[in-house]
């Protein structure tokens, strides 16, 4: 298939870790966070930590976006549904996320309330036709990837009159959160976290561009590679981090160029900035309170505005006692470091957010890296 089997080739893989193998230093070390959750969906399944040297690690991010969102936000859906009697409308992932007192989405919808699974906001537009006489809500979340649907959907009921819709709006920025980590004390002061360069956004960047990541790669001097989600593309992106910290540069580049441009949409941007507008702060999870990192809806959209329609609790909730995703999702542990990987929290049952979508940094490890630690750790095991 075009665009996808020219970037699993074995032979150029094995190339370009070659390439990565010739020119990593083996005097010094590269700590390579992957933003994405698609980027470690990638490196687990195709097994590319593996195919680059000891001292080139990728530690994964916080880029799932079911994975940040914090538990309070989802208490606040569930208490749209059970409370206002709505029809709550979610992506499928989001359902099965632990909520406070080991509830979620899924559960509440099996006590009775009417929560339903979409593939779109088109769905939830249509949930919204077909009952006129109930709310709906659209609970939305994500990165700039799947912000513009929810504006093209907010501005689809102004112009058809929807008057029982609206949007509980929890969409968040993805270089206010790259600049958080590299400003926390744990990569900043205390140097606990080694993050030397970023394999940037793929989808996000489409949408936003590369030139949003400049400031931050000159400020804090780590080099930033836009990379695609194929095997390949995670290499060549790893090569040109390396190369970049080898020869003292801390530049954005892109690998993606097939999808990103330096712009990125201008149309998807503008659609954006004309209903939404910046939190002054966001909660994420693992990352705490991060200025101006999510979107509210605008004044002028008010109608839509499931916070502004309805009174929704607002706290702050602990994660489950024992779960590391806030760590993880910091890059400080890895899914390993967690006594209940595996054991109390499978996908089947998961107990944090990241063992949730296949996105995050512990389903991924459970579906492709479990055995391999151990594996590695075998006398002759070998990778070929
Ligand atoms: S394994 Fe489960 S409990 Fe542990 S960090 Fe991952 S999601 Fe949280």
């Not at 080099?223 to 090569?239: N, R």
Request: charged share 20%.
């Amino acid at each position: 298939m075009k665009f996808i089997d020219e970037f699993r080739q074995g032979d150029l893989a094995r190339t370009l870790a070659g390439a990565i193998a010739a020119e990593a230093d083996p005097a010094r070390s590269y700590h390579i966070m992957e933003f994405c959750g698609g980027h470690t969906h990638a490196i687990f399944r195709y097994g590319l930590q593996d195919l680059v040297p000891d001292n080139v690690r990728f530690v994964h991010g916080p880029g799932c976006p079911v994975c940040v969102l914090p538990i309070g936000r989802i208490d606040g859906a569930m208490a749209l549904a059970e409370a206002h009697d709505v029809i709550l409308c979610s992506y499928g992932d989001m359902l099965r996320v632990p909520a406070s007192g080991r509830r979620s989405l899924m559960k509440a919808k099996a006590e009775g309330a009417d929560i339903r699974m979409v593939y779109s906001t088109q769905d939830a537009l249509r949930i919204a036709r077909d009952n006129p006489g109930r709310q709906v809500v659209f609970f939305a979340i994500g990165f700039e990837t799947t912000t513009p649907p929810t504006v093209v959907a907010i501005r689809q009921a102004r112009a058809e009159g929807l008057a029982n819709f609206s949007v509980y709006c929890n969409h968040v920025l993805t270089p206010a959160a790259i600049q958080n980590i590299l400003s926390s004390p744990e990569v900043r002061d205390m140097g606990t976290v080694s993050i030397d360069g970023f394999l940037g956004p793929s989808h996000v960047s489409a949408i936003i561009g590369s030139q949003p990541y400049e400031f931050f790669a000159e400020e804090f001097q780590r080099p930033v590679v836009i990379a695609g989600f194929e095997p390949l593309d995670v290499m060549q992106s790893a090569l040109m981090v390396i190369r970049q910290l080898n020869e003292g540069r801390y530049e954005v580049e892109n690998e993606y160029t097939r999808v990103v441009t330096r712009e990125g949409n201008p149309k998807a941007k503008a659609l954006v900035a004309e209903v939404l507008e910046m939190r002054r702060t966001f909660e994420w999870r693992g990352l705490g309170l991060v200025p101006y990192s999510g979107l509210r809806i605008k004044a002028d959209y008010a109608e839509f505005d499931a916070e502004a329609r309805f009174t929704i609790p607002e706290q702050r909730v602990d994660d489950v006692k024992g779960c590391e995703c806030p760590a993880i999702l910091r890059g400080v542990k890895r899914p390993t470091d967690c006594k209940l990987f595996g054991t109390v929290c499978t996908p089947e049952n998961p107990m944090g957010s990241c063992m949730v979508s296949s996105e995050g940094a512990c389903a991924a490890y459970w579906s492709y890296g479990r055995f391999r630690e151990a594996a590695a750790a075998t006398p002759g095991y070998a990778v070929s």
